[in-house]
């Protein structure tokens, strides 16, 4: 295939023609569906001239008819290629109308408009606007926007689209038309739209200032039973923006849509949200916890981008981030102040580090805010999102909460209604907080994660503590050579009692330089510092505490991450000499100080279960590999699974005790101490099963049998699934009868098959390829199956005779036929590839060629496998 055009920041320029005014008609008919727009648009003589030519993106589509300013264009008076639309002379201001015949039926991209299921749906992000009518979809052209849809009645009753509804009536032939205008300006793509037969919810909110809003959420008839949480979630979100930011919803009605196949989790379009169904239907029988954290997660931030992302958008795509790492950074916040901020800023650490840290330490490798792309849609990713609210967050820190919510007022006041660079947020942060952070801007334009050596001198004369932080980032192919960043250290000294005794005015530290000493007086002997309290910093941490301090400070540090951290460095440090002691083929041994500083914490009576179920927890094997290199990939299973067995073996009896305490909480209450005990019993129960005891397995069955809630169901299922096959099968069977009939819950079977670590899980996956409920064309069904396998099951993804990188390459070849967005996806699970022993990466290599080779390869997937090839 030829090498696709690389897009670069550098070449931004302001656009030739600024489209003010949108109007579009749909008419929605088997088969087809006719796009007319019609366009008020206006040269821009800031870099156009009178000779300049208009040309704008444009999708695979034919155009029935042009007319410009009342004239009907004949076919040589216009040009329509791959990729384009193209008028050689225009007025300065004119209208421009375009007929577009679009076959939505046979859109599998799921970008423009398609269809899912019996109902049409729009996702425009990022450009998938192009694929609807030719137009300029960069973010900067902002204009207003109204829509009016045809259907038929029958199939589509229920016709959706951004705004308020201010017109609607029956046609002919059992047909009817709404319109929707949009009073805000917008991007092209928060455009949005809706056909279905479809059942909604609905409920009101009252602003601050008074103004009630109508929600309405539609889903499919039959679940719409599942949609209250959602609600609820919407609810929470709305009163929480006003109060943490002052942020008041700006429409009479905000509309959600949960559609099945849907690239994303969702999309912020304005006043009209779409959805991933699995963002939106819930109940306790057929969702777990998580489920329902991750409901009111993404609920929160696609509402929170009415404002930053909807009301203030971006000047180009390069600045994604700064919606996307803002709105992170904002529903962190929201769901830190509605459950246990401990448990939640763990969950975002550990996502980090177990995704974000290994992309920017492979090929794909970028800035926050990137210098270059083939194709967009490759560059949402860990790093610009969650990386990006990381700076969101040390920004919050250096400015303290009062003067933080000072800038976001600025911020709003300044640029409302604009498109806008990440300068310019910077910019507001420092007028409004009095901060310089021309050094901290280094942080959205440099690659890497940075390395943070801390070391300890103490001088018991002088009672006086020294520590020493060096930062380093290793060079990549974006920069040779790292400059030092501006890194907030949140800290606090902890005596040998476990009192914090920091100093006055330095519970705050800030590195500036590549090596930096700050010295506190009056410290006591055997004290601890607790470093990057909160995960104050997205580094690397090393440091010299001994294992006998970390497993104090896990017991000891007030900070609920840091207790975190300190035992999952703790279990790092323990599986290192496991795995050091396998290769060398040595007796294995588990530490006895380990076993005890466990059993403490598990004993511990005072501590938030949802907590402890985190701190106790053994990082899975795919972290663990992030501490290796190169990897060894059996020695990580057998050293893991060993640990974990002689932790069970040696607490058993504690185990089942605290079992058998949490099984006490109300199974369908959604509570956070109920939500707690689940994920304590859960934890405590698959430490149990990994011992493939008789008597410990029908505890695991009984529990699996007896289950009232799919929180508590599918833990049992999962634990079953690493027992024995016969075992898996029985459950896989019993789980398949039970739930067949409902779409989600099936993607869970399809996930726990795909995860098992036992031998004949490639096999089992290859035919659940071919299973009655699998599609290949759902996203959902291949992250389920497809991404589970090859993401996060690292014994049987990783077999040495390379059968499940061949079945994966198969998989993206096939898929980028489909699905150009999820093959590319897909294609990232061989982004560590130089990590692995020689043998696998040769393997790999040839696969990736082997996609490389493939004539019709799509610009996301070529990106993503030639970086990976570099």
Same mark, same amino acid.
């Given at each position: 295939m030829e090498e696709p055009k690389t897009i670069y920041l550098k070449d931004y320029k302001p656009a030739e023609f600024i489209v003010d005014r949108v109007d579009l008609?749909? /008419? #929605?008919?088997d088969n087809q569906t006719k796009v007319t727009s019609i366009l008020n648009i206006h040269k821009n003589?800031?870099?156009?001239? !009178?000779?300049? =030519?208009?040309?704008?993106?444009? +999708?695979?589509? &034919? #155009? $029935? =008819?042009v007319i410009a300013n009342g004239m009907l264009l004949l076919p040589e008076e216009y040009e329509s290629g791959d990729g384009y639309f193209k008028l050689a002379r225009t007025p300065d201001i004119f209208d421009l109308e375009i007929i577009s015949i679009l076959k939505p039926e046979e859109n599998t991209s799921l970008e423009g408009l398609y269809k899912s299921g019996d109902i049409f749906c729009t996702q425009c992000e990022a450009q998938g606007f192009?694929?609807?009518?030719?137009?300029?979809?960069?973010?900067? #052209?902002? *204009?207003?926007y109204s829509c009016t849809i045809i259907a038929d009645k029958t199939k589509y009753p229920v016709l959706l689209s951004n705004g308020n509804l201010v017109d609607s009536g029956d046609l002919d032939n059992n047909r009817h038309f709404v319109r929707w205008e949009d009073p805000f300006k917008k991007p092209s793509y928060l455009f949005?739209?809706?056909? +279905?037969? %479809? &059942?909604?919810i609905h409920d009101q909110f009252t602003t601050k200032s008074g103004r009630n809003v109508d929600l309405k959420i539609y889903s499919e008839r039959e679940n719409i039973d599942k949609c209250y949480h959602a609600m609820k979630s919407l609810k929470q979100a709305m009163e929480w923006d006003e109060k943490r930011f002052g942020l008041e919803y700006d429409l009479d009605l905000y509309q959600i849509v949960a559609i099945n196949d849907f690239n994303a989790g969702a999309m912020e379009n304005k006043g009209l949200n779409i959805f991933n169904s699995k963002y939106v239907l819930a109940n306790p029988e057929t969702a777990t916890d998580e489920d329902f954290l991750n409901i009111q997660g993404v609920i +929160?931030?696609? @509402?929170?981008?009415?404002?930053?992302?909807?009301?203030?958008? %971006? !000047?180009?795509?390069?600045? %994604? $981030?700064? !919606?996307? +790492?803002?709105?992170?950074?904002r529903d962190q916040e929201f769901s830190s102040d509605l459950n246990s901020r401990g448990v939640k800023r763990i969950s975002c650490v550990r996502n980090l580090r177990g995704s974000q840290f290994p992309e920017d330490a492979g090929p794909m490798t970028h800035p926050v805010r990137p210098e270059s792309y083939i194709k967009m849609d490759n560059f949402y990713t860990m790093t610009v999102y969650e990386k990006g609210s990381e700076l969101i967050r040390m920004i919050h820190q250096l400015l303290g909460e009062k003067k933080f919510r000072k800038a976001i007022d600025l911020y709003f006041e300044k640029f409302d209604g604009m498109a806008v660079t990440i300068e310019d947020f910077i910019g507001v942060m420092e007028e409004a907080g009095g901060l310089d952070l021309n050094q901290f801007k280094l942080w959205y334009f440099q690659s890497g994660t940075p390395t943070v050596n801390v070391e300890r001198s103490y001088n018991p004369d002088l009672k006086q503590l020294a520590i020493t932080f060096e930062q380093h980032i290793a060079p990549d192919r974006n920069q040779s050579k790292k400059k030092p960043l501006h890194i907030p250290v949140k800290f606090a000294i902890i005596d040998n009692k476990g009192n914090d005794i920091t100093p006055e005015s330095k519970s705050l530290l800030e590195l500036t330089s590549g090596r930096q000493t700050f010295v506190f007086d009056n410290i006591p002997e055997n004290s601890l510092p607790s470093l990057f309290r909160q995960f104050s *910093?997205?580094? !690397?941490?090393?440091?010299?505490?001994?294992?006998?301090?970390? *497993?104090?400070?896990?017991? /000891?540090?007030?900070d609920e991450f840091n207790r975190w951290d300190a035992a999952q460095t703790l279990f790092v440090n323990e599986l290192k000499r496991i795995i050091t002691a396998i290769? *060398?083929?040595?007796? %294995? =041994?588990? =530490?006895?100080?380990l076993i005890q500083a466990f059993k403490k914490a598990l004993l511990n009576q005072h501590t938030d279960h949802a907590f402890l179920a985190k701190e106790l927890s053994l990082p899975m094997e795919t972290e663990i590999k992030n501490h290796f290199d190169p990897v060894d990939v059996h020695a990580i299973h057998k050293g893991r699974l060993f640990l974990k067995q002689q932790i069970a073996k040696q607490l058993k009896q504690h185990f089942i005790d605290v079992i058998d305490c949490c099984t006490k909480s109300d199974p369908l209450s959604l509570s956070h101490g109920a939500m707690a005990d689940r994920s304590l019993k859960n934890l405590s129960l698959s430490y149990l099963g990994c011992l493939k005891e008789t008597d410990t397995t029908q505890l695991v069955l009984r529990h699996y049998e007896t289950a009232k809630n799919m929180t508590d169901e599918i833990a049992a299922f999962k634990i079953l699934s690493e027992i024995h096959p016969d075992i898996k099968q029985i459950a896989v069977k019993n789980f398949y009868s039970k739930w067949q009939h409902n779409k989600l819950v099936l993607d869970k079977w399809f996930a726990v098959q795909a995860g098992s670590s036992l031998p004949n899980t490639l096999n089992i996956v290859k035919s659940l390829i071919k299973h009655p409920d699998f599609s290949i064309k759902n996203p959902n069904k291949v992250r389920s199956l497809? @991404?589970?396998?090859?993401m996060q099951n690292h014994i049987n993804f990783h077999q040495k005779n390379g059968d499940g990188y061949r079945f994966i390459a198969d998989q993206i070849i096939a898929l980028d036929k489909i699905n150009h967005q999820i093959a590319a996806r897909l294609s990232s699970c061989f982004n560590q590839m130089k990590k692995y022993d020689n043998a696998r990466k040769i393997i790999i290599k040839k696969e990736l060629e082997r996609i490389l080779c493939v004539p019709t390869l799509s610009k996301n997937v070529y990106e993503i496998v030639s970086r990976a090839l570099e």
């Open positions: 008609t749909f /008419n #929605i008919k003589f800031d870099i156009a001239d !009178k000779n300049t =030519s208009l040309v704008f993106d444009k +999708g695979d589509f &034919e #155009i $029935s =008819s192009r694929k609807i009518t030719p137009f300029p979809d960069r973010p900067d #052209i902002m *204009a207003v949005a739209l809706v056909a +279905g037969d %479809l &059942e909604h +929160g931030h696609e @509402y929170f981008h009415n404002w930053t992302g909807n009301r203030v958008t %971006l !000047k180009n795509w390069f600045q %994604l $981030s700064l !919606k996307e +790492g803002l709105t992170v950074f *910093a997205p580094v !690397k941490i090393k440091t010299d505490f001994t294992n006998e301090e970390l *497993a104090f400070l896990m017991a /000891n540090d007030p290769q *060398a083929d040595k007796e %294995l =041994s588990v =530490s006895p100080n497809i @991404y589970m396998f090859a």
